[in-house]
């Protein structure tokens, strides 16, 4: 069945230090992906997303991610981590729905704190 | 401005009662989605539409009714609320199937 895992429910990073996510999804297709983050009591806002093509993506505020087909990921990361990125990450693939459209299966989030 | 806005923000409603959620957007889409989040936990799809007057049943489509009146409104109903359907629902809209979607600021439910 199709769905994403997100191994790593909870992360703690030091402010200035380098982030990664771990995002697997399993889908037959190919996959469109997707990063989203949540900031407390409001939606989810993208980060970047991946259409079939370069495997490395750049999204907002110096986040980026790297597609691998062979390993089923979309791992998120960024080089230096800021005390404003204290929020919850969702991964999310786009998988073919009926009548020719499509939707979105998200992974449990990975909620991440940074530590001064 | 908000491309997405969903009214009421928060509701208490109280059980076997009927509660509608709207969602309202300005982006142009022709998809619009809603889906739930428990506490902790990532969304699942309950209905989407892709066309006015039409609507398609998601993952968790029980208990929950959709209408499509306009392509900008999208409208959640419960008919009979019930404890379990305590969750914040998020409305969202996208250009076409496959697109990002944008999410509205999401609206906590309580059923007591």
């Known amino acids: 069945a199709q769905s994403v895992t997100q191994p790593d429910a909870r992360v703690t ?32 806002q993208l980060l970047l997303k991946y259409y079939p093509g370069d495997p490395v993506v750049q999204g907002v505020n110096g986040f980026e991610a790297e ?9 998120l990361r960024k080089a230096s981590v800021h005390w404003s990125d204290w929020a919850v990450y969702f991964c999310a693939v786009s998988i073919e729905n009926q009548g020719g459209s499509a939707k979105l299966i998200f992974g449990e989030g990975t909620k991440l704190t940074v530590s001064s | 401005e908000a491309a997405v806005t969903q009214s009421p923000r928060s509701k208490v409603a109280v059980t076997g009662g009927k509660v509608t959620l709207s969602c309202h957007q300005t982006n142009n889409h022709d998809y619009m989605y809603w889906y739930r989040q428990d506490t902790g936990h990532g969304l699942r799809l309950i209905h989407y539409s892709y066309v006015a007057d039409s609507t398609e049943k998601g993952d968790i489509p029980d208990g929950y009714k959709a209408s499509r009146p306009s392509q900008e409104n999208f409208s959640l109903i419960l008919e009979l609320a019930s404890l379990s359907q305590t969750a914040v629902y998020f409305c969202a809209s996208s250009l076409w199937g496959y697109a990002e979607q944008f999410f509205g600021p999401g609206t906590r439910l309580t059923v007591l």
């Open chain 1, 67 to 75: 597609f691998s087909k062979s390993n089923s990921s979309f791992h």
């Open chain 1, 13 to 44: 990073v030091s402010e200035g230090a380098s982030l990664q996510l771990r995002c697997k999804y399993s889908y037959f297709g190919t996959p469109y992906l997707f990063w989203y983050v949540q900031y407390p009591r409001q939606g989810l």
